[in-house]
């Protein structure tokens, strides 16, 4: 909980300092709460929490425990010869976060910025990525063994992990090792 | 790394690092200089301390090791072994294996080493030597002879044998084959000293009271008759020449029948060590351990000199060791404040311009600049603890550099200079590879063989000089050899062999030279372990480079060669020039930057396919940015400015589209969350919030060199556009946002600022009526409640949703509760509009500036935000609500409000000075604004003088007429210092305290006691210089503050003196200077804030004729 803490900390000061509208301040902070008990949730009932969003057509999931926060777009800084899919440097409460535009990593064409556009900022082994997306769907929540494994469906192999079903919507599980590994030694 | 270890192991790492690096130095001294007993002390206390702290940490295998180590150099320190290069090396050895021992520990591994093969060296070796005492003068060279000569410790003649056969015997006390004799055998080398509890510890200090403690052990031949008695009369004897604090055992048990082989005791007394060490030494005693005790705290270190041993742990006791992390840690963190500064800087700045200047402004101006010192000065602090002599690495290559040169079969000097020279630790700690290879290069190409040296007649025995020095902004750290030098032909040859350059190429020697520093050159013939591999020297100009530092070569064919690293003095705040190409800016870190120039599309030239400029008659090689940053191609402009930049030997160019300016930034690397990038050295923050690459020259140049198939090539520019096309999207998603935030909230609150800000001025003369304004204030007010309400709500409804989510997770559903559904009353219209135009949300939200889950069935966990904004918008025009008509009461107000100040300075001007240039609101902030910067400054100027925290300030400031002068005077007697203006604005600066405070305030300047703050106890001449000297300072800061800002020249001249009546000093202004008495003077108040004292005076600005209007033209 002190991840969650620290966020809600430097989130109230930005709304003291008037850097964010108390809005977003509030949607800021019930994102971490709500991450947050996720996390302590998926742990609690063994069941595998997924974090759905949509890029293109397709729905894609990382494990709830390791999503950071999920961000509107915010302003980013272009690393220059540093490969088409990575969008940017952002900034985040003086962390430097690099964004992958997933839809030029995964479909070849950049995403269209829309309202619904979000900047899911994923943790793994300490490190930060943005993943941009198309839309947040939705969190699923999926029994361990009705996960299936990677050879299902062929689409960029090696960035995914398997595919889960919540309801009707199927969506493919990322490998978010390969993705940050990617970015660190291209 | 720390993180996995606990506090103990960390400790012994720390200390462990300390002591291999002690016993290398004193091992190499020892080799070189033969005995000296204080160096074999240190060598020993070393072995001592590794052996209890490895255990204590578990390292059982490195304690047995030092432990035997120990054992020998027992022999050594008694003088019963001599120094050999057979010793050293067996030592040296151990001390390899320590090191990696120690080095494998701190990766978190368990070491297997159990030096077994050591120990039985060690032992083989006490043996061999000991075993032949005869030969012990043989095998000790000559001059540790000469020095053991004045050592007392070293045995008489005829005592050698005795203690020698006895010192075989304790020394060995593990091994089986003697186990017999050594049954009632007690080693002391081993014997601790005797502990106290911290009650009797703090006993011993009050006796001791100053005296020199001692710890003691003695012991007895094994077979000594009557040991009791005679241990007894040792006590006896040490009883009536001192203090014996204690003996373990006591004097009763001594008495008893028990027979004790050993005392030890804690004796205070005003003699010396040797002298105790001779009374102890009693007949029958085979061993005597003596040891100054340090009452306080440990054990003190044994040495030569008592005296010096004191000042060493006072010394010591001076620094702390505080992590690096930390210091790192405050160092980020101190550098953040100092761009967070620059980001209040340019809020000012903003403010200034919308608002112009008012008294405010300038106060927050004042404190900004304050703001800034202090970081500053925080920031060179901490800087300053991280520098680290560069001696400390030095020092290290000594034994690296003898065993090369000895297996080289070369005779070589190693020569330290300017050890002093402090380096940011983190470069230290990097330097040791890139230090270790240009080393062994020079010895192993460099520097000739002997008979080579011979040959060309150089001296046989060659220098290899390593060099620390500070010069401008950078520390060089220099390796020099007088070897053969660098081959240019042969590298020229390699380069060309390798491809690495054109055949035809024409290349300076800098540039040749630069060659060796391409990955995988080497122009060496053979490959052998210690260099020639070529990869070296690209390391050592990536680690330089990675330091924003350069390597550069001077080379003199058959003299020698040398190679100088250049660092920056600071690593984590750095100055940048910050550029702009195609709408991404750039920094450059000033330390790359030589000069900046302005050149036009027909100065660049072109000479083989490379784009040049001739720079004062120097060929500058220029590169485009734009295109090294991969941005798409361009045609040059018709001017543009030119960076140019330091590579470490040459100078090249950049251009850049536009140059923004410079600023301080704190470089973060990349690599946290990313990777490096070549052609950057990371990225910082600016003062808004948005990062800013930073350029890396060296990156730079290999990315521009190596042209077409380069990465960049590949590189599709859709994804530049892309990111300024997202960027420009974004920008305009968060503008909409933020309009609709001020119109909430931002414009009421602005009236609220300006109210503030002409409140004092109206208070004063102006009677408040206007029955509609008073309506417009409640109004006011009932908004600042409401939104106090609202953050309240806000606040409220956090923790609702949270719990509310609780409640909708419990349900197993998938789906988060879309927020609407939680959301509290006044937040239904939100949910209207939704209904209202079901098909096309995204439409009316995209105005609105936010976004909504598109289908309520599919409500995002993250979009609770929704409702919110909504909420504060109100386009649609569904009727005037409640805050539309708050919003219009305060125009009307904010209108009203303005007119009322007009009116309000009208009236203060018409009654009171028909004649004079009316001093308007603006007139009257602005010149607020400079007398208060003036003001400022003669605070920050006091406070430098009396190094004290002086703070000046303006509680009051207003213009008056000439007349009311005397009014503002205290009617008592006084004292009035004045000080005439020459040049533009001619006048009278007249300061004027109230006796008692004259007294005071000189009184306080000077330094003296309150008691002596009067008319009795201060001469005159003394207040008079010294409240001059105020006024003088006072009245000239806030005259450059007026001549700065107007442009004016104003010189002040001498201070003049008036002590007495008002009435008097009004006379005497009148006789100094006819001021003009139908002008307009300024009343200045003045406070100064001494710490807690606080005084007030009082100061006025008389102008003559014109030149307040003059003044006030030019604000």
């Known amino acids: 909980m002190d991840e969650r803490d620290s966020g809600l900390k430097s ?89 992958v535009d997933v839809n030029k990593k995964f479909l070849g064409r950049h995403s269209e910025i829309s309202n619904f556009s979000r900047i899911v900022v994923a943790a793994h082994e300490g490190k930060f990525t943005g993943l941009l997306v198309d839309r947040v769907v939705e969190v699923a929540r999926v029994k361990e063994d009705s996960v299936e494994g990677a050879e299902v469906r062929g689409l960029s192999q090696e960035y995914i992990n398997g595919a889960a079903r919540s309801g009707e919507r199927i969506f493919l599980i990322l490998n978010l090792e390969i993705i940050f590994k990617k970015n660190i030694n291209n | ?216 052990i003695v012991s007895l031949e094994p077979d000594s008759p009557m040991k009791n008695l005679r241990l007894l009369l040792l006590v006896q004897h040490l009883k009536s020449i001192g203090n014996l604090f204690r003996s373990d055992p006591s004097e009763e048990d001594l008495d008893g029948e028990t027979p004790y082989n050993l005392i030890k005791f804690l004796f205070i007394g005003d003699i010396s060590k040797k002298e105790l060490e001779q009374v102890c030494h009693i007949d029958m005693v085979s061993d005597v351990r003596i040891e100054p005790r340090d009452v306080k705290g440990g054990r003190k270190r044994e040495r030569k000199d008592e005296t010096g041993t004191i000042e060493d742990v006072k010394t010591k006791t001076k620094n702390i060791k505080v992590s690096s992390e930390k210091i790192d840690y405050l160092l980020n963190s101190v550098g953040e404040l100092v761009i967070t500064n620059s980001g209040l800087m340019k809020i000012y700045e903003d403010l200034l311009f ?103 007649s150089k001296p046989e025995r060659a220098t290899l000089l390593l060099n620390a020095y500070q010069s401008g902004n950078n520390i060089y750290v220099e390796i020099r050899d007088d070897g053969r030098g660098l081959n240019k032909d042969r590298i020229l040859k390699k380069a060309k062999e390798r491809g690495l350059v054109s055949e035809d190429a024409t290349l300076t020697d800098d540039e040749i030279y630069q060659m060796i520093f391409h990955p995988g050159f080497s122009t060496a013939e053979k490959v052998s372990d210690l260099s020639g591999r070529g990869v070296g020297m690209n390391v050592v100009k990536n680690m330089v480079s990675s330091f924003k530092g350069s390597v550069q070569v001077k080379n003199i064919p058959g003299q020698g060669c040398s190679f100088i690293m250049a660092f920056p003095m600071t690593l984590a705040i750095v100055s940048a020039i910050i550029v702009k190409i195609q709408n991404e800016e750039y920094a450059f870190p000033l330390s790359d930057v030589v000069e900046t120039i302005r050149v036009t599309k027909e100065d660049v030239t072109t000479l083989q396919g490379r784009d040049i400029i001739n720079l ?95 990465s960049f090539s590949a590189f599709d520019f859709s994804s530049i556009e892309f990111v300024e096309k997202y960027n420009s999207v974004v920008k305009s998603l968060q503008r909409k946002v933020q309009e609709k935030a001020e119109v909430r909230g931002g414009a009421p609150r602005k009236a609220i600022d300006r109210r503030g800000l002409v409140k004092k001025k109206e208070e004063k003369k102006v009677p408040v009526a206007a029955t509609r304004s008073e309506r417009a204030e409640a109004i006011l007010r009932s908004r600042e409640e409401k939104e106090k309400i609202l953050e309240a709500e806000m606040d409220n409804k956090l923790m609702e949703e949270f719990d509310v989510d609780l409640a909708g997770l419990d349900d197993d559903d998938f789906i988060i509760p879309s927020p609407s559904n939680f959301s509290p009353s006044p937040r239904k219209k939100a949910a209207k509009v939704e209904e209202m135009h079901p098909d096309d949300v995204s439409a009316i939200l995209d105005e609105a500036g936010i976004s909504e889950t598109e289908d309520s069935s599919v409500g995002s966990v993250m979009e609770a935000e929704t409702t919110a904004p909504t909420d504060e918008f109100h386009d649609s025009d569904t009727a005037l609500d409640q805050d539309e008509r708050v919003e219009e009461a305060l125009k009307s107000f904010r209108v009203e409000k303005e007119q009322r100040v007009h009116r309000a300075l009208d009236i203060l001007v018409d009654e009171d000075h028909s004649s004079t240039p009316a001093l308007s609101d603006e007139d009257y902030n602005r010149l607020y604004a400079v007398v208060n910067t003036g003001m400022m400054n003669a605070g920050f100027v006091l406070s430098q003088l009396l190094g004290l925290k002086v703070e000046v300030s303006v509680p009051d400031f207003k213009a008056v007429d000439f007349n009311e002068l005397q009014g503002f005077i205290p009617d008592e007697e006084i004292i009035g210092i004045t000080l005439e203006t020459e040049g533009d604005f001619q006048g009278l600066v007249l300061f004027i305290l109230d006796e008692a405070t004259g007294y005071h305030a000189a009184g306080d300047l000077m330094g003296l006691p309150m008691d002596k703050w009067s008319k009795d106890a201060i001469a005159r001449e003394d207040i008079l210089s010294v409240l001059s000297e105020l006024t003088n300072i006072v009245g000239s800061s806030v005259l450059n503050a007026l001549a700065n800002k107007t442009g004016l020249t104003i010189y002040p001249s001498v201070p003049g003196f008036i002590q007495g009546e008002p009435a008097a000093i009004i006379r005497k202004i009148d006789e100094i200077r006819s001021v003009n008495k139908d002008l307009q003077i300024i009343y200045v108040s003045t406070d100064f804030y001494r710490e807690d004292m606080q005084l007030l005076g009082r100061m006025f600005l008389l102008p003559t004729g014109n030149s307040l209007a003059k003044l006030l033209d030019r604000l």
């Open chain 1, 11 to 99: 989130i109230m000061m930005d709304l003291k300092d008037g850097t964010i509208s108390a809005s977003s301040a509030v949607a800021q902070s019930t994102d971490l709460a709500k991450i947050e008990l996720m996390k302590t949730r998926a742990a609690r009932e063994n069941l595998l929490q997924f974090l759905v969003f949509q890029v293109g057509k397709g729905h894609y999931g990382i494990n709830i425990l390791e999503t950071h926060e999920i961000l509107k777009p915010v302003q980013v800084t272009r690393i220059p010869n540093s490969g088409n899919d990575i969008l940017g440097v952002l900034n985040l409460r003086g962390n430097i976060i690099p964004v």
């Open chain 2, 1 to 216: 790394m720390a993180t996995n270890f606990d506090h103990y192991t960390e400790m012994f790492l720390d200390e462990a690092g300390e002591q291999i690096e002690a016993l290398n130095q004193n091992l190499l001294i020892l080799e070189k200089d033969g005995f000296d007993q204080e160096v074999i002390n240190e060598i020993f206390r070393v072995a001592h301390t590794m052996k209890s702290s490895s255990a204590f940490v578990g390292l059982d295998n490195l304690s047995n090791l030092s432990h035997h180590m120990e054992d020998l150099l027992q022999f050594v320190k008694d003088g019963k072994i001599g120094i050999s290069t057979d010793l050293v090396t067996l030592f040296f050895d151990c001390l390899d294996r320590i090191k990696s021992a120690v080095e494998e520990f701190g990766d978190g591994n368990t070491p297997e080493d159990r030096f077994e093969d050591l120990i039985s060296s060690l032992d083989q070796y006490l043996k061999k030597t000991i075993s032949k005492p005869a030969q012990k003068k043989a095998a000790a060279p000559a001059k540790p002879e000469a020095k053991t000569a004045d050592v007392t410790k070293s045995p008489a003649p005829e005592k050698t044998e005795e203690i020698t056969d006895s010192g075989i015997i304790h020394a060995s006390e593990e091994k089986e084959e003697i186990i017999v004799e050594s049954q009632e055998l007690v080693s002391i080398a081993s014997e601790s000293f005797l502990t106290l509890d911290p009650p009797d510890e703090s006993l011993l200090f009050r006796e001791s009271s100053g005296k020199q403690v001692f710890d003691g």
């Open chain 2, 354 to 456: 919308y608002h112009g200047d008012s008294p405010h402004l300038a106060e927050l101006k004042s404190k900004i600049d304050q703001a800034a010192r202090i970081a500053k000065d925080l920031q060179s602090g901490i800087m300053k603890t991280r520098m680290i002599p560069v001696g400390l690495v030095f020092q290290r290559y000594t034994r690296p550099v003898r065993d090369l040169s000895l297996e080289l079969g070369k005779d070589v000097d190693l020569v330290f200079q300017g050890e002093d020279t402090e380096l940011d630790k983190n470069i230290i700690d990097s330097l040791n590879d890139p230090m270790m290879h240009l080393l062994r290069n020079s010895l192993d190409h460099g520097i000739e063989t002997v008979p080579e040296r011979r040959g060309s």
């Open chain 2, 616 to 710: 004062r008659g120097d060929i500058l090689p220029v590169y485009n940015l734009s295109t090294v940053l991969g941005l798409p191609p361009r045609a040059y402009l018709d001017e543009f400015p030119i960076i140019v930049a330091n590579s470490g030997i040459r100078k090249v160019g950049f251009i850049v589209d536009e140059m923004i300016g410079k600023q301080e930034i704190v470089i973060k690397t990349l690599e946290k969350n990313f990777r490096a990038v070549s052609g950057l050295v990371g990225a910082c923050l600016m003062g808004d919030g948005s990062i800013v690459m930073v350029l890396d020259i060296m990156g730079l140049l290999e990315l521009s060199q190596s042209d077409s198939q380069s």
